[in-house]
């Protein structure tokens, strides 16, 4: 807000920061100046936020004050079918920039208090390093993806490791605001046409698509604000909710689970608050399957860790990846798969796990197979210096795919995929109808679609 504050300043307009209960605050403001008009950004976000907007206009009614609300991504309010839905995306990301020009006087003389701080809001330090925030690092971010960092972006974004610095890193900017959505597609697309490399020019084509994703995601909780709190597909109601085991839930959150890649990228998270999507997804995978957790609890815990939280691709994904939309493919990731693929050198595991940075290479992914001798001899005791697995993954896994294999065979779970599909899905010309398509393939439109913020900008 500093910088935002200062760059309104030399253009005559001050920013006034008020903290309370938004309704009395518009009512102090209202006694003040008298303003007769509200305006705002439109926003697909959480069940708190969408009661603060019935309270707002049911406020602004009483009030005689006009509330005027601007589209700041491509999801639709109010949308009646899904048809069409990409064709209106692209207009309005191809809509012409706004630029504000010229200086403007307020109209009345403001007084401007100090911006707020954690500890003024009574909020302890978060704890986290952060990458740099305001509209001046999101267009440094943007302009060093699009010219540099972008080259190995289709390759790289798997893993970690790499993809800290081949994302984007765009997507705590697309979530705060600092960046705008047709500000990022229309600059991308700029930089493929001009692009003398293909190689540069075919990676950032990759990272052009995941912005359509970014809101066809988003479009489901405008569509559906009810699945931040059930499932999709109610024939999934009771799966999981009823076996919530607590101390699997706090383990995994502690990122202490006896599964070195599940709990390096927790740690990373927790301390960074970016995670790329391959490893976000496996850690809600890892939630789901493994230690069977409803998606409600660890969706929540996530969202608090998440720098770039965007609800709508949030809420989407924590159902996706746990397999409770009913339309897409099962993904049950293995942590030592990932960490083998993902990791072979093991640098990440060691960065994050030090306790784990003495164990030999053929150990890391799973080191509850050293000998105990070899422990001993690398100071790392399995149980005593790092945790035995919380679970037997294989077994769990088994367990699961059962569980939700048979599930999605009967009756009531196949009709509600259909009308899962035909609310939700995404919608490409040529395609046959849901129940068709999904018999002639087995599987739906959008089962493939990477759409988390890490991978999509991570």
């Not at 209106?88 to 701080?117: C, H, K, N, Y």
């Not at 293909?198 to 084509?205: C, E, G, I």
């Not at 609800?311 to 409770?324: A, F, L, N, R």
């Amino acid at each position: 807000m500093t910088e935002l504050r200062a760059a309104l300043a030399e253009r005559g307009l001050p920013l006034l920061v008020r903290v309370g209960p938004v309704v009395p605050v518009l009512a102090q403001l209202h006694g003040e100046l008298g303003f007769t008009q509200l305006f705002s950004h439109e926003e697909t976000g959480p069940g708190w936020s969408y009661r603060r907007d019935l309270a707002v206009a049911a406020w602004c009614k009483s009030a005689a004050v006009t509330w005027q609300e601007f589209t700041q991504t491509g999801v639709v309010r109010r949308l009646r079918s899904r048809a069409g839905w990409a064709q209106r995306w692209q207009i309005r990301m191809d809509a012409p920039l706004q630029r504000l020009e010229g200086r403007f006087t307020a109209a009345v003389s403001l007084d401007q208090a100090e911006l707020p701080t954690l500890a003024s809001l009574g909020l302890a330090p978060h704890g986290k390093r952060l990458q740099a925030a305001g509209e001046t690092a999101a267009h440094s971010m943007l302009k060093s993806f699009l010219q540099l960092r972008g080259h190995d972006y289709r390759k790289a974004i798997s893993s970690p490791l790499s993809a800290e610095q081949a994302c984007s890193r765009l997507s705590p900017h697309l979530a705060f605001g600092t960046l705008s959505l047709r500000n990022a597609h229309q600059a991308t697309e700029t930089a493929i046409r001009r692009s003398p490399d293909p190689a540069m020019a075919y990676a950032l084509r990759g990272f052009a698509g995941r912005l359509r994703w970014h809101c066809h995601f988003m479009q489901k909780l405008e569509d559906e604000p009810a699945i931040e709190f059930h499932n999709f597909a109610r024939a999934y109601d009771g799966l999981r909710e009823n076996d919530f085991n607590e101390d699997h839930f706090a383990a995994w959150c502690d990122g202490r689970t006896g599964f070195p890649m599940v709990d390096a990228c927790m740690r990373s998270l927790l301390a960074t608050g970016w995670l790329n999507f391959r490893m976000r997804a496996m850690l809600v995978s890892f939630a789901s399957y493994q230690l069977w957790l409803h998606w409600r609890p660890t969706g929540l815990f996530l969202a608090r860790q998440f720098l770039d939280f965007e609800p709508g691709i949030h809420w989407s994904q924590m159902q996706m990846q746990s397999g409770t939309t009913g339309i897409n493919t099962l993904r049950i990731y293995s942590p030592t798969k990932q960490a083998l693929d993902q990791d072979p050198q093991g640098l990440f595991i060691r960065r994050w796990l030090p306790e784990l940075a003495r164990v030999p290479l053929p150990y890391l992914a799973e080191p509850w197979n050293m000998d105990p001798a070899v422990q001993r001899m690398v100071g790392c005791v399995i149980g005593a210096d790092y945790p035995a697995p919380i679970v037997d993954a294989k077994l769990a896994m088994r367990a699961a795919k059962d569980r939700m294999y048979g599930l999605r065979k009967t009756d009531d779970a196949r009709k509600q995929a259909d009308h899962v599909q035909a609310r939700h899905g995404s919608r490409k010309s040529g395609l046959p109808a849901p129940a068709q398509r999904r018999k002639a393939a087995g599987k739906p439109v959008d089962s493939a679609a990477p759409a988390a913020q890490g991978e999509l900008f991570g």
